[in-house]
């Protein structure tokens, strides 16, 4: 696959993690199974924690909109092994958190427990945050050319941190500007991103984004932002016409930059 040049104008990268920085067997097959095996132990042992109370809170919040809004929710059938309130709760929020995660949900109240939760298996060293091997490199010659970069993930900010911190290449948090997740609005969403553009404090036109899924591409773009698609092992495939439609990479190391000297790198 050919270098893409990304546009002269360009003073900040936006990147996607599942799919683009990191596998998607890394979330997949490592990060969501340590969740389904650990969820009710975390509940029991952090039931009565403000941090625990809050996620429960969000969740609840959640269902409630789910409810107004007619979508499917969990039924909850008795289970003749929950003898008490709290293990009644308990065992409700376990099964709308399974329900959502077997549905890919991306809510803010999901992503924040699960964030909650790998920041115990990450800080224990259960957890190596995997990123591919073009990616840092890659990062390192962007800001050595002055660019900004910021991480953008349906993963909370908390989780994002917990990857690039407790990565396989070490703390490289230091190279990253900025974290945005769901908080500021969907991926698929226009509005997220002119509101990103807002907040790094740039034009629209002068941020790169960089995702493995077309929706997002779809979205960036109409704000206004500069799209060049990921193709990554794993990745969902694309179509002829998505092919077409935009730039494609399989590697950072392929993206060109022009700086300020005009020199092509």
Known sequence: MASVSVPACTS?????????????????????????????????????????????????KQIEEDMRQNRACPVHEVD???????????REVVDNVLWQMAADRKSTAL???????WRVAYSSGRIKGEVYQDVIPSIRTWRSLGMKVYI??????????????????????????GHFDT???????????EKIAERIGCPAEEVT??????????????????VVVVVRPGNMELTDEERATYDLITSFSQLQLTWWGGNVI
Request: glycine residues 6%.
């Open 209 to 226: 984004f960089l995702t493995d899924v077309s929706r997002e591409a779809k979205a960036a773009e109409e704000a206004g932002m500069n």
């Open 152 to 177: 953008y993930s349906s993963g909370s900010v908390e989780a994002q941190k917990l990857l690039f911190g407790y990565s396989v290449e070490g703390n490289v948090l230091e190279l990253f500007d």
């Open 12 to 60: 900040a990268l936006l990147l996607d993690i599942e799919g683009t920085t990191t596998p998607i067997t890394f979330v997949k097959d490592i990060l969501f199974p340590y969740i389904r095996e650990h969820l009710e132990d975390h509940l029991s042992t952090h039931w009565e924690e403000d941090e625990c109370k809050q996620d429960v809170h969000l969740l609840k």
């Open 111 to 117: 992503k924040c427990l699960q964030g909650h939760m």
């Open 80 to 90: 003749q092994t929950v003898h008490t309130d709290e293990e009644k709760a308990i």
């Open 183 to 193: 908080n500021i609005g969907a991926k698929v969403e226009s509005k997220s991103y």
